[in-house]
């Protein structure tokens, strides 16, 4: 019996020690937003902003879109499989009444990845938005023309073309453009919108973003 114990035990902390070293991306951070969520209860059928950390950053915007109930759930660093592999922890035990995503920018940098990778991927994630929450109004907002970036622009341009032609062919989906409207007329970069480090944006920035977005959301 006690042999059958240590066995036992012995399994239990291989099985836990192996999971400690093999966490999922962004694990902790996931099981921090659920530990808020026990102590502060989220808003009911909220306007829920996901993706990464443009979205995490954007620190104002459940004040700025009070009105419509806004909830900031973003896990910055993530890219889209992160995303999607994480539905069931940030968005659906929120039963959303709109989705505003911003992701695919981090999955960018990778030499692998094209921009059909992050369309399919993109995909991929609306797909299973759709599983569960077929009719949820859902805005996507294009990948931003970062100056930290700017290497990977032909990638972003192309990855935002592919995603909107594909949105553009689904119901109660909106693209917003951002791309474009935080560039100069002549279509340079404006590194003022950035903080330093020249991928997340400063208040000048998520003006744009809220001037883009704000025509899309239900009350």
Known sequence: ?????????????????????????????????????????????????????????????????????ALNRGIGGAVINDITYYLNDVVFPYQPKQLVLYVGENDLPNDAVTPDTVLNRTINLYHAIRAKLPTVPIVYISIKPSPSRDKFKEKAVASNALIKKFLAGEANTTFVDVYSLMLTKEGKLRPELFVEDMLHMNAKGYAIWRKAVEPHLVK
């Open 1 to 69: 019996m006690k042999k059958s114990f240590l066995i036992f035990s012995l399994l239990s902390f291989l099985t836990v020690s192996t999971f400690a070293q093999k966490k999922p991306n962004f694990w902790d951070d996931v099981q921090t937003i659920k530990k808020y969520d026990q102590m502060y209860k989220p808003p009911v059928h909220p306007v829920l902003f996901v993706g990464s950390s443009s979205i995490r950053k954007w620190d104002d915007c459940t004040q700025i879109f009070a009105k419509y109930n």
